[in-house]
Structures are given as structure tokens and as C-alpha cells.
């Protein structure tokens, strides 16, 4: 049996989509499921923030990321971690896992594409 979610406007669940483009100095949105952003701060390298516009959500919502960075052969992984949310506020970072040819492994600050699923209640 097939399963799917209807988005009619009248449930009491929002749920979002967004993709992020980590940009050195500004980064932007580059795809939205609505107007739901207004605006995406880089606050240093790999550290980010994303205004949610005012009354979406009447609560926290959950937050899901996944980067979406080109790894080469000593690059482990990138990952997203949340730091902080609220109902109007998403802040995140973005970290590089690297083994540096097999000598050490190091995790560094790192920009980086990143998609966004935001689910919660609907304000």
C-alpha cells in the first residue's frame, strides 16, 4: 500500500524545504518549498543562521539537515550539526572530517551546501 502526505494548507503540521548554498562570504537560497526564509546569515566560517519568517511555526520545530559537499579522496565526511532553534531561528555548522592522507585525521570549520527539512506546528 502507497502512502502520501497531502499538503492541503488546513493541517496542523508545516513542514519545509530549503536548500542552502554555503557561499565564502554570502550565502543564499537557492530552492524553497514557500516564502519561509528571510534570510540566511554566515555568521563565520562553517556557522550559519536562517531567519524563519514570523508566525509559520507555534513552536520548535524539528530541524533535518544534510550537506551537500564533493568529497576527494582524503575527505571522510561533511557534516551539519543544529546549535540552536526556535520557532523564528535555525542555527547550524558545518564541519569537515579529514584524514589528511592517512597521517592524522582532522575536523575543521568548513562551507558547504547544505539541504534543510523543517517540520513543526503550524502557527
Known amino acids: 500500500q502507497t502512502q502520501s502526505f497531502v499538503h492541503d494548507g488546513l493541517s496542523p503540521l508545516r513542514v519545509e524545504y530549503a536548500y542552502i548554498t554555503g557561499s565564502i562570504t554570502t550565502p543564499t537560497v537557492a530552492a524553497q518549498s514557500s ?11 562553517g556557522d550559519y543562521t536562517i ?33 540552536a532553534v526556535s520557532n523564528v531561528t535555525i542555527r547550524y ?7 589528511n592522507g592517512g597521517s592524522t585525521t582532522t575536523v575543521t570549520d568548513t562551507d558547504s551546501d547544505c539541504h534543510v527539512l523543517v517540520f513543526g506546528p503550524r502557527g
Do not use: C, H, K
Open 35 to 45: 516564502n519561509w526564509i528571510t534570510s540566511v546569515t554566515r555568521n563565520a566560517t
Open 51 to 83: 531567519n524563519i519568517r514570523t508566525g509559520l511555526f507555534s513552536g520548535q520545530p524539528v530541524v533535518v539537515l544534510t550537506p551537500r559537499e564533493g568529497l576527494t579522496a582524503n575527505r571522510l565526511a561533511v557534516t551539519a550539526s543544529l546549535s
Open 93 to 99: 555548522f558545518m564541519r569537515l572530517i579529514d584524514d
